[in-house]
């Protein structure tokens, strides 16, 4: 049983393939000579016999199917290939001429446009199909009483009303594509013409770009002054607290260190990496519980607070809070001053007794 499925298996094989060669051979001796181009007139492969229209001409290779056909088809190929690219269908020329080795043939010339599945890039098979057996002029036999002249004169006039009809043809290609440079010559102005409207845009851009970049420099070069000028401020406004002798710190809204004299140091226990800290994180040297508490009073009712307090060592001082006020009149924190009582009443004193030496030495 199982080898019985096998020969007829085989015999299927066998005549599958007999089919195709019996296919092939059918083609090649009676199918017309065909060549498939693409949309550039290159030959992409050949098909049967083809030495009879197309020849490689000396020099260079080419698959150029223009440049490989025989001088006398050249014109009816180019103008069947070139409508049936324009139409997207069938072209044919009947009765094309062609002569080689002094005989003369006439053929048809078909151009098929078509498309692989799948691929949308379009092929076309041009075929030549021989309509007449070529046979030597020269030789040929007088036929219907007519002479060899007359025979002569009829090929000829076979041959301009051929070339006419190319040359109409040819005419009328050069027509469309003149209709076609036309075209792309209106298209190319209307570019240009947005060019040059896009150009004159950019122009004006540019110079709205140079008036900003000025602007821009005068404003940079106006920030570079009020920079130095404010460099100045702070320069002097730090010289200014360093050489007072007096403790001074100024807090924002939060309540954190804005600045310190060197003499508030010692007294509210702030050194200069403190400076950005909030006031609570600080351990003061003085005694006052609720500093935070009158510092936002301060600043709330923006009023002036003074209160007489003394330090670790008993050293009393006067703790007088006053608001922060900018420029615009804004309330941006406290000033907080420490004046040392300890040290006016010294100092007082000391003035009082040398007055009253002076006074006894005049007596």
């Known amino acids: 049983r199982f080898g019985t499925r096998s020969t007829a298996g085989a015999g299927a094989n066998f005549g599958g393939d007999l089919l195709k060669v019996a296919d092939r051979i059918m083609l090649g001796a009676y199918a017309p000579a065909a060549v498939v181009i693409d949309q550039d007139m290159h030959v992409q492969q050949f098909r ?14 080419t698959f150029n199917l223009l440049q490989l056909a025989r001088p006398t088809l050249v014109a009816d190929l180019r103008a069947t290939i070139k409508h049936a690219i324009k139409t997207d269908k069938p072209a044919r020329k009947e009765r094309a001429r062609v002569k080689l ?4 043939y006439e053929i048809n010339i078909q151009a098929v446009p078509f ?25 040929v036999p007088r036929a219907l009483g007519k002479t060899a002249a007359q025979r002569d004169v009829a090929e000829l006039h076979r041959e301009l009303a051929a070339s006419k009809e190319s040359l109409q043809t040819i005419i009328e290609e050069q027509e469309a594509t003149n209709e076609e440079l036309k075209s792309a010559n209106e298209e190319i102005e209307s570019s240009n013409e947005e060019l040059q409207s896009t150009n004159e845009e950019l122009e004006t851009s540019k110079e709205e770009l140079q008036s900003t970049n000025e602007e821009l420099t005068t404003l ?45 140091r010692g007294a509210f226990n702030i050194l200069p990496t403190d ?27 923006l009023g002036t607070r003074e209160r007489k307090v ?3 060592g008993g050293r009393k001082y006067s703790l007088r809070i006053r608001p ?16 040392d009582i300890d040290g006016t009443k010294k100092s007082d004193e000391a003035k009082t007794g040398s007055e009253t030496k002076g006074v006894s030495s005049r007596k």
């Open 101 to 104: 080795k002094g005989r003369s």
């Open 48 to 61: 049967g016999r083809t030495e009879l229209f197309l020849e490689h001409a000396p020099g260079p290779a």
């Open 324 to 339: 922060y006020r900018t420029a615009d009149d804004t309330i941006d924190g406290a000033v907080l001053t420490l004046v």
């Open 310 to 312: 003394t330090d670790k």
């Open 115 to 139: 498309k692989i599945p799948g691929s949308d890039k379009s092929w076309l098979l041009v075929i030549f199909d021989e309509t007449t057996k070529g046979t030597k002029l020269a030789k």
């Open 220 to 264: 940079n070069e106006e920030l570079s002054n009020r920079n130095l000028e404010m460099m100045e401020l702070t320069n002097e406004l730090n010289n200014l607290l360093a050489s007072t002798q007096m403790p001074i710190v100024m807090v924002d809204n939060a309540l954190t260190v804005r600045r310190a004299t060197p003499a508030a």
């Open 275 to 301: 400076i950005g800290r909030p006031l609570s994180e600080l351990r003061p040297n003085i005694d006052v519980p609720d500093l935070e508490n009158i510092l936002r009073e301060v600043i709330e009712t």
